[in-house]
């Protein structure tokens, strides 16, 4: 059975709210004691509740006192290396989440494109794309012509090195004279390469995990600014 998530926002109950202040100060008190036995450190923990007139201190307010004084003594550099008050943790995390949305964004817009570039692959017009989708589309292609582009380059250079060599049969030719030569043959590189790039634009329009959908889909508003770079 997988845990409840909790939701971090304040408890109004008063009663449920107590209930979890102790439930958490033990656990980590708890995890303090372990941090420190299993990695051999000195850590202290001082907390501050409404519901006792002294403050808990672990593990003893003699080895707290001993914990702090060597704090103060390291430079107000190194003190203040890695602290973070609530705000800055909180700015940390948005700015983090608006990343990985953005990141998320821009893998959705990609697939969305993509599936209406197979979409015009199939013959179903672009009448329904505005200036962004049409710039987007001509972005998307563009890179995928590319991967093609070094595809076939790397092919290429592969044959070659394996000393490959495509062999065409061609008719014979018979001459005025009587006498048969054999036809020129077309360059053979340049088959080679036309047949490379004919396989991999096949391979781009069947691709393996392909949905197909009912019509052509405007994929965002008016806006004409551009999605990819």
């Not at 914990?67 to 700015?91: A, C, G, H, I, Y």
């Not at 096949?202 to 959908?213: A, F, Q, S, W």
Request: with cysteine; proline share 4%.
């Amino acid at each position: 059975m997988t845990r409840k998530k909790v939701q971090l926002a304040y408890i109004i109950n008063d009663s449920a709210r107590k209930a979890a202040f102790r439930k958490r100060t033990k656990g980590l008190l708890k995890k303090a004691s372990e941090l420190s036995t299993l990695c051999g450190i000195e850590a202290c923990v001082i907390i501050y509740g409404p519901y006792d007139a002294q403050p808990e201190v672990w593990p003893s307010f003699a080895a707290a006192q001993h914990v702090l004084s060597e704090f103060k003594k390291m430079p107000k550099m190194d003190q203040s290396q890695k602290m973070m008050t609530q705000e800055n943790f909180l700015r940390q995390r948005i700015a983090k989440a608006n990343q990985q949305l953005k990141r998320q964004c821009r893998d959705n817009r990609e697939k969305e494109t993509t599936q209406v570039m197979f979409q015009c692959l199939a013959e179903q017009g672009l009448e329904n794309l505005n200036m962004m989708d049409l710039t987007d589309l001509k972005w998307l292609l563009e890179q995928n012509l590319k991967d093609i582009d070094k595809r076939i380059d790397m092919l290429t250079k592969a044959s070659h090195s394996q000393g490959f060599a495509t062999t065409i049969a061609m008719p014979e030719v018979m001459l005025k004279n009587g006498e048969k030569v054999q036809a020129k043959s077309p360059d053979r590189e340049a088959s080679l390469e036309t047949v490379q790039r004919q396989l991999l634009i096949k391979d781009l329009m069947h691709p393996r995990e392909h949905v197909e959908l009912g019509s052509l889909l405007p994929l965002r508003d008016n806006n004409p600014t551009t999605f990819f770079p």
